[in-house]
């Protein structure tokens, strides 16, 4: 066998990602053992470019680095986009190294300021993978507060009536009153949809909204509002203790 007819294998990458998430939305928080320099490649697309700084943490030399994707991505308008997180000039991939996350009560991370997208970081076979998803339209609430009638709630995005366990309520210049609702079933979360759109909050970062916000009190003593996990504004009919 000649010289030129040699395979000659390719080294394994040894860069580790000991830290890569999205916190807020918007931003690729990384933290990358072994490598020199990174870039985010999306296959039939334009790379992202990775600015880092070095830290020494430990015995461990560092690069890191806060990515402003959301911002990278903005004129993109495809609805799915993933770029794999990549190092060296020979662009080998880093693989996943970070401490597992736990299953449960976790927070999915917020939708961009727009809310049209969510970004997310992913173990696919062995590298870093971070995916781009659209959402689904939602309507925001701008305000909550008490009025004569119950609660009224400020929408945005041009609400023009509301759903709630079948009944539908008008939305009169942006705002729509919860009053004395009969006949809600019992001890089950009622979502609140406007004009097919899940009425949600305008950033949803805590994991257990509901027992850290409060209300104010419904007409009926048995009926609250709250917040559920993934952000939507619902009611809650208590039943009988």
Do not use: C, K
């Not at 997208?117 to 993978?129: F, I, N, T």
């Not at 929408?155 to 942006?174: I, M, N, R």
């Not at 048995?222 to 039943?239: N, T």
Request: no cysteine.
């Amino acid at each position: 066998m000649g010289l030129l007819s040699r395979v000659v294998p390719v080294a394994r990458s040894n860069a580790e990602a000991v830290h890569a998430r999205v916190a807020d939305g918007e931003h690729l928080w990384l933290a990358v053992r072994g490598a020199e320099s990174l870039v985010l490649v999306r296959d039939g697309g334009p790379d992202v470019e990775v600015a880092t700084t070095t830290q020494t943490v430990g015995d461990d030399t560092l690069l890191t680095a806060v990515v402003p994707l959301a911002a990278a991505l903005a004129a993109d308008d495809a609805d799915t986009v993933e770029l794999w997180l990549a190092h060296g000039r020979r662009r080998q991939p880093v693989a996943p190294s970070w401490e597992p996350r736990p299953a449960s009560p976790t927070l999915e991370a917020p939708l961009t300021v727009d809310r049209r997208w969510q970004l997310s970081v992913h173990d696919v076979d062995g590298r870093v993978v971070v995916r781009r998803t659209r959402v689904a339209p939602t309507v925001v609430v701008l305000g909550i507060a008490a009025v004569d009638e119950g609660v009224a709630v400020r929408l945005g995005d041009g609400a023009t009536s509301v759903v709630v366990a079948g009944t539908t309520l008008p939305v009169v210049d942006g705002t729509v009153v919860l009053g004395d609702l009969p006949g809600l079933p019992l001890d089950t979360n009622l979502p609140l949809e406007s004009d097919g759109r899940a009425v949600v909050r305008a950033r949803n970062v805590m994991d257990r909204p509901h027992y850290a916000t409060s209300f104010p009190a419904m007409p009926s003593p048995d009926v609250e509002l709250r917040w559920l996990r993934d952000g939507r504004l619902a009611l809650f009919r208590r039943g009988a203790a």
